[in-house]
């Protein structure tokens, strides 16, 4: 499973192709985590490769409306999915980076995929703001603090992973940010 997809449908195939050469495995599943281009812009070739697709009804709208590719599934606030022996998680905490923003958790693993709605440690400010709630977005991310307190690793749209402290470094760059 990919959880977001690269830029393009040629960086989508680089990325399977390194899969089933080093791992010996196929991508069966992929998760935009929200609309935008560096996590929906490989699809078509995701779809060409055999893999299934799902994303918040939100996100395919949206893909819908600016004339991309869509996936092929599509959930309204909670989605359950089984990866081989692994289950993922996939929930929509509220607005925040965007308004279909989603984050995908591996309970057994304890990793919390955020997207682009979490921040890495080294990010000073919140990237792109352009569709952002800046309102919403601190109770997203206590939203996301409290149903995964359990998570080890972190993994953000954008730079290292780390632990539960990106969400707060997240929480408190939003909080700047709203001034």
């Not at 050469?21 to 991508?27: E, I, L, N, R, T």
């Not at 560096?38 to 070739?45: E, P, T, V």
């Not at 995929?113 to 997203?140: Q, V």
Request: glycine residues 8%; aromatic residues 6%; contains cysteine.
């Amino acid at each position: 499973m990919l959880i977001d997809l690269p830029w393009n449908d040629e960086q989508t195939r680089i990325i399977a192709e390194w899969i089933a050469s080093s791992h010996q495995a196929k991508v069966e599943f992929v998760v935009p985590t929200h609309h935008h281009q560096d996590c929906a812009g490989g699809l078509a070739a995701a779809h060409d490769l055999g893999a299934d697709s799902w994303a918040l009804h939100k996100t395919t709208v949206k893909l819908y409306d600016a004339g991309s590719v869509i996936p092929k599934n599509s959930f309204s606030n909670e989605k359950v999915l089984d990866c081989g022996a692994l289950t993922v998680e996939l929930f929509y905490p509220g607005t925040g980076h965007t308004d279909d923003n989603i984050v995908a958790w591996i309970p057994d693993r304890k990793v919390l995929f955020g997207g682009c709605l979490i921040r890495s440690a080294g990010a000073a400010n919140l990237g792109n703001i352009e569709e952002a709630d800046l309102e919403a977005y601190p109770e997203t991310l206590e939203k996301i603090e409290d149903r995964y307190e359990a998570a080890e690793i972190v993994v953000p749209g954008h730079g290292e992973p780390g632990g539960k402290e990106l969400i707060k470094h997240t929480s408190d760059l939003s909080k700047k940010q709203k001034r």
